[in-house]
């Protein structure tokens, strides 16, 4: 069992930046891969980025790629998401997601994640 909590959501500007945390209250990050989603009112959940357990494999959403940087600390079991450059339409409720140990891959699907954390809103002004 894992329990999930991420951190530093809040209210910015267009071309702010955010960084975001996840990290484990309970049980390891340890032989998971982990992933970034977000979601807005009306919508479907959608992928943000994804890490392998090792960090070598990252992967990013199109509308993010070249702005937002995934990266983990295995020692501290913690996940984080880099927002720079942000925009209006990157507002959403943000939520980290580990897979089932020893899946180490990353995915896009959010049904193959299965852990999440209650999720941090992250609002960007215009």
């Known amino acids: 069992q894992v329990q999930l909590v991420e951190s530093g959501g809040g209210l910015v500007q267009a071309g702010d930046s955010l960084r975001l945390s996840c990290a484990a209250s309970?049980?390891?990050?340890?032989?998971?891969?982990m992933g970034w989603f977000r979601q807005t009112p009306g919508k479907e959940r959608e992928f943000v980025a994804g890490?392998?357990?090792?960090?070598?494999?990252?992967y990013y959403a199109d509308s993010v790629k070249g702005r937002f940087t995934i990266s983990r600390d295995n020692g501290k079991s913690t996940v984080s998401l880099q927002m720079n450059s942000l925009k209006p339409e990157d507002t959403a409720v943000y939520s980290c997601?580990?897979?089932?140990?020893?899946?180490?891959?990353?995915?896009?699907?959010?049904?193959?994640?299965?852990?999440w954390g209650q999720g941090t809103q992250v609002t960007v002004s215009s």
């Open positions: 997601a580990a897979r089932v140990r020893d899946y180490t891959v990353a995915t896009m699907k959010a049904y193959e994640y299965r852990y």
């Open positions: 309970r049980g390891t990050l340890v032989d998971r891969a």
């Open positions: 890490i392998s357990w090792s960090g070598a494999g990252v």
